[in-house]
Structures are given as C-alpha cells and as structure tokens.
C-alpha cells in the first residue's frame, strides 16, 4: 500500500490560484482539499472581510492560526493558506513541521488582472497600488516555502498541478 503525499500547504498571494489549483491537486492526489479562508468563514459564520470589520486583524489572524494547527490532525491533505498566513513566523514553523509548502510565485500583473474588480471580497485590497505593496512586503516570507514554483499564470490548472506533482515526487512526496 503506497503512502499518502502527507501535508501539502499552497502559499501565494491573494488571486494566485491557491484554492483553485489546490482542489485540482488534491483530486489528483486523492485527499481532501481544505481552503483556510473558507473554513474560517464555515466555522466563523461571518465573511472575512466582516471579522476584520468587527473583531480586528488579529483577532481572525488568531483564529487563522488555530484552524492551520488542527491541519495537524489530518494525515494527507493540500491545505490553500490564505495569503497572509504564511507571513508569521509561528504559521511558517507549524507548516514545516506539519508537511510540505508550495509557493505559487505568480507575476504581480497576472494577480491584478485576476483580483480586478473583486476588491469588496478582499479585506485588505483596498487599491491596485496597496495590493501592490503588500505583495511585495509578503514576497520574503513566501519564498521562504519549500518549493517555489514560478508560473506565469497563463499556464491552466491541470499544468500548474502537473508541475506540484513533479516537484513533489522529486522531494519523495505523494
């Protein structure tokens, strides 16, 4: 009987493709697919934008922390972050401890033609220039990932997961 790939973590910017290419790895792979951002808003009952409005940032970003320890528990997954997550020390240490991260390092130009006109599902997209900002401040903290996978992306799904999938056999995963 072969193992499971284990624990594989998508880290990448907000529009970068995490939960779309990660439900895709994941039937590949055959495990569950967990998105963070939306097992917050399951478990929360509230959008995040919402929680950020009425509890603050750290608030969800404690909560956020607490859903990705209890990714601990589940033996084989692909686990999309959310695009902050990543950027704690504390979130990068239960990650390596717990399996293997995938940054998406998708080109700044491809994610704001993704993300325009979806700011209002965004807490922190508030203009195309402080997106810009910020995902050049988060860029350190992903390329900290186990694997970076530079995509352009204009490649489709189904390549962007046969490239995790090379890169996790490579590394003796799945």
Do not use: H, Q
Not at 48 to 57: D, H, L, P, S
Request: hydrophobic share 45%; charged share 30%; glycine share 12%.
């Amino acid at each position: 009987m072969k193992a499971g790939p284990g624990r594989v973590f998508l880290v990448g910017f907000m529009g970068a493709g995490k939960s779309t290419v990660g439900r895709a790895l994941a039937g590949r792979l055959g495990v569950p697919f967990l998105d963070l951002d939306e097992a917050f808003e399951s478990l929360a009952g509230v959008t995040i934008r919402r929680a950020f409005e009425e509890r603050g940032e750290a608030w969800f970003r404690e909560r956020e922390a607490e859903l990705l320890r209890g990714c601990e528990a589940l033996p084989d997954v692909v686990v999309a972050l959310g695009g902050g997550t990543f950027t704690f020390p504390e979130n990068r240490a239960v990650v390596r401890r717990a399996g293997r991260s995938v940054f998406l390092d998708v080109p700044f130009e491809a994610i704001a033609t993704r993300l325009e006109g979806k700011a209002a599902d965004r807490p922190l997209f508030r203009s195309i220039e402080e997106a810009r900002a910020l995902y050049d401040e988060r860029r350190a903290s992903y390329r900290l990932s186990d694997t970076i996978l530079a995509v352009e992306g204009d490649e489709g799904v189904d390549a962007v997961v046969d490239l995790i999938v090379e890169a996790l056999a490579s590394r003796g995963v799945g």
